[in-house]
Nanobody, 126 residues
Framework: QVQLVESGGGSVQAGGSLRLSCAAS????????MAWFRQAPGKEREGLAI???????YYADSVKGRFTISRDNAKNTLYLQMNSLKPEDTAMYYC????????????????????WGQGTQVTVSS
């Protein structure tokens, strides 16, 4: 089992920045990849960014160039640096981990992950 706990959310004005953290505990050595998702009220959960164990990353077009995913293996912590925030970035943000390789390129789908954190709220005002 892997436990994930997000932190770092909050309220910020448009154009501002936030850094989210996701602390992993438990059998963290079994994670093949970790990712960030978000979900706004009434919308589906959206995949934002993924980082594989080997370090490769992918981003959704909606955040490419503004968000950066990274991980500190020594601290078992995943990060999401969010810059140039927009009101449409307002959502609950979740980190996720997959214990198996081979997502078939479908990293942006929630079903590709089997561990989830409880979420942290990000609110961007105009």
């Amino acid at each position: 089992q892997v436990q994930l706990v997000e932190s770092g959310g909050g309220s910020v004005q448009a154009g501002g920045s936030l850094r989210l953290s996701c602390a992993a505990s438990g059998y963290t050595h079994i994670t093949a990849s970790m990712a960030w998702f978000r979900q706004a009220p009434g919308k589906e959960r959206e995949g934002l960014a993924i980082i594989y164990t080997a370090g490769g990353t992918y981003y959704a077009d909606s955040v490419k160039g503004r968000f950066t995913i990274s991980r500190d293996n020594a601290k078992n912590t995943l990060y999401l640096q969010m810059n140039s925030l927009k009101p449409e970035d307002t959502a609950m943000y979740y980190c996720a981990a997959a214990s198996k390789y081979g997502d078939g390129g479908l990293w942006y789908l929630p079903r590709s992950y089997n561990y989830w954190g409880q979420g942290t709220q990000v609110t961007v005002s105009s």
